[in-house]
């Protein structure tokens, strides 16, 4: 159980573009999510919070009018890079965790974005 | 900064060894928790440990945790070729448990 799946798992997509990853939690209502970033050989770094029915909180250095965060429903969160520029390639992966209890989070796969 | 550092950054030995790594953090924690990760993939959690607890056991796993020194050690006995991944530690600093800030990972690699 405890299945939070991601999707797409990669993407090529051109400068100027923008692309969405998905995060849904397949098992379990999720209010909320987490979403992170991580570059080759680093450790995750975590971009937002995603709450249900609410804004997302970005952390510390993290255009929020860049990085599109939506959480319409307790089982669906969505990231959208926006103009994507060849900095943004990086591994970005969600997790989501349920009611207050629902210990330890549950990663999804990640999606590797590539901007050409 | 929460973030916990990890040493050693990788670490090689071969099949049927040990293999300690090792993570420091900064700051109070309600729990630390250790995650894998295989290449391009997502994280699995491994073990967590509590700020009142000292070690835990899950199989072949073992996890210290002491919290006057800030620092936690994750043991993996009797390796094999699959636990090949990266290895990260992650503190949780909030009520619910569910802020994490990840260590660094230590990249191990088991040769068969």
């Known amino acids: 159980g405890a299945v939070v799946s991601q999707h797409p798992s990669w993407v090529i997509c051109k400068s100027g573009t923008s692309v969405k990853i998905e995060c849904r939690s397949l098992?379990?209502?999720?209010?909320?999510m987490f979403w992170y970033r991580q570059f080759p050989k680093q450790s995750l770094m975590l971009m937002a919070t995603?709450?249900?029915?609410?804004?997302?909180?970005?952390e510390q250095g993290v255009e929020k009018d860049k990085f599109l965060i939506n959480h319409a429903s307790l089982t669906l969160s969505t990231l959208t890079v926006t103009s994507a520029h060849p900095e943004d390639s990086s591994f970005y992966i969600c997790?989501?965790?349920?009611?207050?209890?629902?210990?330890?989070?549950?990663f999804g796969n990640g999606t590797r974005l590539t901007v050409t | 900064s929460q973030q916990g550092e990890e040493d050693p950054q990788a670490l090689s030995i071969q099949e049927g060894e040990n293999a300690t790594m090792n993570c420091s953090y900064k700051?109070?924690?309600?729990?630390l928790q250790w995650y894998r990760q295989n290449s391009g993939r997502g994280l699995v959690h491994l073990i967590l440990?509590?700020?009142?607890?000292r070690e835990k056991h899950s199989g072949r796993l073992r996890v210290t945790l002491d919290t006057s020194k800030k620092s936690s050690s994750l043991l993996i006995t009797a390796s094999r070729a699959a636990d090949t991944a990266s290895y990260f530690c992650?503190?949780?600093?909030?009520?619910?448990?569910?802020?994490?800030?990840f260590g660094g990972g230590t990249r191990l690699m088991v040769k068969p």
């Open positions: 700051t109070s924690i309600n729990n």
């Open positions: 098992d379990f209502q999720a209010t909320t």
């Open positions: 440990i509590r700020s009142n607890e």
């Open positions: 992650a503190t949780s600093y909030n009520n619910a448990g569910n802020m994490l800030t």
């Open positions: 995603s709450n249900e029915g609410s804004k997302a909180t970005y």
């Open positions: 997790s989501a965790v349920g009611p207050i209890g629902r210990s330890p989070l549950h």
